[in-house]
């Protein structure tokens, strides 16, 4: 009787135990690799608007690739789908089958796909 309490005793210490130190060592580990402990605000500027430079840079890079897509466009000129809230870009080929080529973010900028 008392073996069965002292092993059911230490069964759950060894379950309490691990539970609890699962997240503390996956923090720990966050912390030694990143410089940081890990959490939702790490990539708050991956989610921020580009400023003057970086707008006009996208525009030019949207010209060049754009001009791309109108070129293999069956009659030269730009597609568009709707993908819930996305705008995606494409072309027909000549068998009327629709390609994706890219998309335009919520700032209205475009991206490759």
Known sequence: ??????????????????ILSSG????????A???????QGRYWQQDRE????DRERLRRE?????RRVREMDREHRLRYR?????????????RS?????GYYDKWGFFHRY
Not at 24 to 31: E, F, K
Not at 82 to 94: K, L, P
Not at 97 to 101: D, G, P
């Open 1 to 18: 009787m008392t073996y069965q309490r002292l092993k059911k005793a230490l069964a759950t210490l060894a379950l309490s135990v691990f």
């Open 24 to 31: 503390l060592i996956g923090n720990s580990v966050a912390w």
């Open 33 to 39: 690799v990143n410089g940081h402990a890990g959490g």
């Open 50 to 53: 580009p400023d003057r430079g």
């Open 62 to 66: 949207e010209r060049g690739e754009l």
């Open 82 to 94: 709707m993908n819930n809230r996305v705008r995606i870009v494409g072309y027909f080929d000549g």
């Open 97 to 101: 089958n629709f390609h994706q080529y």
